[in-house]
């Protein structure tokens, strides 16, 4: 545990490596709105591409008949080489495996001890604007105070101290939505062995919650998780491939996003 949380805060000036994990599948085969292509166009359009912090993107797809889907990222892939990877499966994954498989590629990856924190994301979110700078000093001053964070809020959460208004606090056994998960790579050893617990698979708990609870059953002790206020993600909330629908407004998103057009502007205020 004092690998994960050492109560430390991370200098500002500091160089920070961070992968962005994403799972994806071409939805229009699971009954579901295609939305890959506009997560990437917000990407963008908050300045992430052009940012000077140290990040790469890798995505996986959960082995989808057709994979064109995919295509509309090749704009990226060429306009910012190296920053991209697809990793494709040869097996048709559902949500849950192929997040197992996402955790077990990267903690197998030779250089893991290299990336200081994963930003876990889905495939349908906005952010706002100069989102890796603004989570970049938040994971500076706040993430080495928690098992794993969140800068994405649909639940309740309750201020820390007046004088830290940017952190606030919420119960880690009520965590779920993982549009913005951030920890540390050695926090995977603990999903890695119960993601298949005999109690997950009988409920047939979702990744958000298979990750909350493996933790949980290693820290049963820890009650409370950092997160951000305000978000600086949401949730698109557009048709769901997990439950196979084009329903809008059926999911879960959060209350408290400063908005696409807005810089909360954390990278002055928390330095």
């Known amino acids: 545990m004092n690998k994960i949380i050492t109560n430390n805060v991370i200098p500002f ?26 997560t990437f166009e917000g990407l963008e359009s908050s300045g992430l591409f052009s940012s000077k912090i140290k990040f790469h993107i890798m995505l996986f797809e959960s082995g989808s008949n057709d994979v064109s889907y995919l295509q509309s990222l090749q704009i990226y892939k060429e306009k910012y080489p190296n920053k991209i990877n697809i990793i494709y499966s040869k097996s048709k994954l559902n949500g849950n495996t192929n997040t197992y498989r996402m955790f077990d590629y990267i903690y197998k990856l030779p250089n893991r001890n290299q990336i200081d924190f994963i930003i876990w994301m889905d495939d349908d979110v906005f952010v706002c604007k100069n989102f890796i700078e603004n989570a970049d000093a938040w994971i500076k001053k706040y993430a080495n105070f928690s098992l794993f964070s969140s800068l994405y809020v649909p639940y309740k959460s309750f201020p820390v101290k007046k004088d830290h208004p940017y952190i606030h606090h919420a119960k880690l056994p009520g965590f779920y939505g993982t549009c913005c998960t951030i920890f540390k790579p050695v926090v995977l050893q603990y999903p890695l062995q119960l993601w298949f617990h005999k109690h997950h698979e009988m409920f047939q708990f979702h990744p958000d919650v298979r990750f909350r609870e493996s933790i949980r059953k290693h820290f049963f002790h820890v009650q409370n998780m950092c ?14 491939s997990m439950y196979r629908n084009k329903d809008v407004h059926k999911g879960h998103t959060t209350d408290n996003f400063i908005g696409v057009e807005n810089d909360p502007k954390l990278y002055e205020h928390l330095r």
């Open 13 to 38: 000036e500091k160089e920070l490596q961070y992968l962005i994990i994403i799972p994806c599948v071409n939805r229009e085969e699971r009954n579901a709105i295609q939305i890959i292509d506009k």
């Open 227 to 240: 997160v951000s206020y305000p978000s600086l993600v949401q949730h698109m909330n557009i048709g769901s």
